[in-house]
């Protein structure tokens, strides 16, 4: 696999093809980041970008993980001390989940969000962006309830971070698009290039298949969960023997969670994915491509609790590490 393929591989979006084309041709001193509000520990979320942390590492990124304490604060999680404190905490984690630590670079965001410079940059992009804009950015990130203004600071600070931060390229899941493209539109307004970025796809609720899994909301595998918790979590999970299920009664769209994790966590960390199954079922299946997993499952010759068995397995190989350090 060639660095682009690396890097773009299971992308939902990349703004633009050919700005990621030349990053990945140019030989060296690229660098990428994903900012994370700090919260208690890593869940599937998290692991999601950092997968993609871990495709630009291997295609010859530097990494930069932005721990945005002074963005969770606008978001109301706390209060500096505690967030500040957790921040700290996940670093670690990260680690342990595989960014390669002598090339991910973890920076604090108040440690250089609060200087005289970032400041009168970000009053500057205040004075180009309209509320109505900077509202827009944030409605996927946070909504209800009536709007503060720190939700409007909120996304400009996220863009200013971009060139504060010297990086090439913001990777982000999908309901972090808005921001990014505010990014492109505001920052040549205070003379900073328009940056380039790609989004990770929202998975399903691991339970309905709806919507988004979260950690504020339905099930999400998180690396305080024991083994016994995960098999628990993936045995109830929605899996129908497809890979493009039919919306509920009402309407809502749905996909297949269990598939999805196979794509999206355990494919691009694994070479190949075996499911133990006993010899009077046909013995053990082995895949080396997310797709022949989908297809079987779809033929019927891969039996959704044989699938999950297997997410099991995988998915604690991949939180086992992460376990072990919160327990140090
Ligand atoms: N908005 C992100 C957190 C965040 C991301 C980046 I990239 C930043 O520069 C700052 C904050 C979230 O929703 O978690």
């Not at 690229?30 to 208690?40: D, F, I, T």
């Not at 380039?196 to 969960?225: F, N, Q, R, Y």
């Not at 082995?286 to 099991?312: F, I, T």
Request: aromatic share 8%; hydrophobic share 35%.
């Amino acid at each position: 696999m060639d660095a682009y393929e690396r890097i773009t591989r299971n992308a939902a979006e990349v703004v633009t093809e050919e700005e990621i084309e030349a990053l990945a041709d140019d030989p060296d001193g690229k660098r990428a980041y994903v900012g994370y509000e700090p919260s208690g520990v890593l869940h599937i979320g998290h692991m999601l970008t950092a997968n993609k942390l871990i495709d630009f590492q291997e295609a010859g990124f530097e990494v930069t993980v932005l721990l945005a304490d002074v963005h969770a604060y606008l978001n109301d999680k706390g209060s500096f001390e505690e967030i500040r404190h957790t921040a700290e905490r996940m670093r670690d984690q990260f680690i342990a989940y595989g960014l390669d630590e002598s090339n991910t670079q973890f920076v604090l965001g108040s440690d250089f969000q609060l200087d005289d410079d970032y400041t009168l940059d970000l009053h500057a992009l205040e004075l180009e962006t309209t509320l109505a804009r900077a509202e827009r950015a944030m409605a996927e990130i946070k909504s209800g309830d009536s709007v503060k203004v720190s939700q409007a600071v909120y996304p400009l600070m996220q863009a200013l971070d971009i060139p504060y931060l010297g990086v090439d390229l913001a990777v982000g899941g999908m309901e972090q698009r808005k921001v990014h493209m505010l990014a492109r539109d505001v920052l040549p307004s205070i003379d900073r290039e328009p940056p380039t970025s790609l989004h990770t796809p929202l998975i399903a609720d691991l339970g309905t298949g709806c919507g988004k899994m979260s950690s504020s909301e339905g099930v999400t595998i998180s690396m305080e969960d024991s083994r016994d918790d995960i098999e628990s979590k993936v045995n109830d999970a929605y899996c129908p023997p497809t890979a493009d299920p039919d919306p509920t009664d009402d309407g809502e769209a749905r996909e297949n969670p269990v598939l999805q994790v196979f794509e999206y966590h355990v494919f691009p960390r694994f070479d190949a994915i075996v499911v133990e199954r006993p010899e009077e079922y046909g013995g053990n299946l082995e895949y080396e491509r997310y797709d022949a997993l989908e297809a079987e499952l779809e033929s019927g010759e891969l039996h959704p609790a044989d699938a999950k068995g297997a997410l099991a397995e995988y998915l604690d190989r991949l939180i086992a590490p992460g376990r072990e350090q919160l327990a140090e």
